[in-house]
């Protein structure tokens, strides 16, 4: 299974986000795990940053990123369990792999306030987020073949090649 490719309203998206001013980063940063019925002084905003052809059922989606955008550095390699993976040490293990399994368990009433926790532990460790690719992943978070979770607990959970080799 590989990475899915962004349609280019994600990238009109990100690009626009990218460019947003400090102010306007923490405006959208305080809505962060909340649904866009409750946007507090960041509709105007929001929807200045949406590009045209977003489906109207797509706007949670591109609102919970927005939010979560200005919360972590961009620019990092594969999806999310990937960079969960890069943040894990001997230390937090256990916990992380607790806290991983209920992110890939969660449903979209749940997703905002797990996915808010996730970013925020990848920044606290200054482990980068893929934005385009988990933007891309969360329009596709409740397709029936959970593809996205399964794409997220292999890069997290299945054993890298370096570690197998290290084992061998």
């Known amino acids: ?12 998206f990100m690009d626009r986000l990218s460019q947003l001013e400090p102010g306007e980063r923490a405006r959208l ?25 977003v489906s109207e059922r797509e706007y949670e989606t591109y609102f919970l990123a927005a939010t979560l955008y200005p919360m972590a550095e961009g620019g990092g390699a594969g999806n999310l369990g990937a960079s969960l993976r890069r943040a894990q040490s001997k230390a937090n293990k256990k916990g992380l792999d607790r806290r991983v399994e209920i992110l890939l368990d969660a449903d979209r009433a749940q997703l905002p306030f797990r996915l808010r926790q996730a970013i925020h532990f990848l ?11 988990l933007l891309s992943d969360l329009l596709w978070w409740s397709a029936p073949g959970r593809n996205v979770q399964q794409r997220w607990a ?14 061998a």
Do not use: C, I
């Not at 962060?32 to 045209?52: C, D, M, Q, S």
């Not at 292999?154 to 290290?166: G, I, M, V």
């Open 123 to 133: 920044q606290s460790n200054r482990v980068k987020v893929n934005w385009p690719l």
């Open 29 to 53: 940063k305080r809505n962060a795990g909340h649904p866009l019925a409750e946007a507090g002084k960041v509709l105007g905003l929001f929807y200045r940053l949406l590009p045209l052809g």
């Open 1 to 12: 299974m590989s990475e899915p490719t962004n349609p280019p309203q994600v990238q009109l």
């Open 154 to 167: 292999r890069s997290y959970f299945a054993e890298s090649q370096d570690q197998s080799k290290k084992g």
